[in-house]
């Protein structure tokens, strides 16, 4: 399983890397905290990641952590790709994604 992240520090329950914020339906201030907080407990970089339409909030939330909090993050990386999902009535459906890396 530690594979699968290229090297990431994975969390204590194995599930997803510590340095990941995945962002969803909350307010974006709400995902700013969890990057801010990621890098005030040494964290050389934070990726942020979203699906379909929280791809604009995850935008927002790495633009906001760079200008309002954290001044010597910079963007490192950003990444765009399809993922196939399954929907609850058995069809498949492609859902774009995005991971924006910021570091130090």
Not at 14 to 25: A, D, F, M, T
Not at 27 to 47: C, D, E, H, I
Not at 51 to 75: K, L, M, P, Q, T
């Amino acid at each position: 399983m530690a594979g699968d992240y290229n090297g990431e520090q994975m969390a204590t329950d194995g599930s997803i890397p510590e340095n990941v914020v995945l962002i969803g339906k909350k307010p974006p201030m709400n995902y700013v905290l969890a990057v801010v907080t990621q890098f005030n407990n040494g964290a050389r970089s934070v990726k942020v990641r979203a699906r379909g339409n929280a791809i604009s909030r995850a935008v927002d939330v790495a633009e906001i952590s760079r200008h309002r909090f954290v001044n010597d993050v910079r963007v490192e990386n950003i990444a765009i790709s399809s993922e196939e999902i399954s929907n609850e009535d058995g069809t498949r459906s492609k859902v774009s994604a995005i991971e924006i890396t910021l570091a130090r």
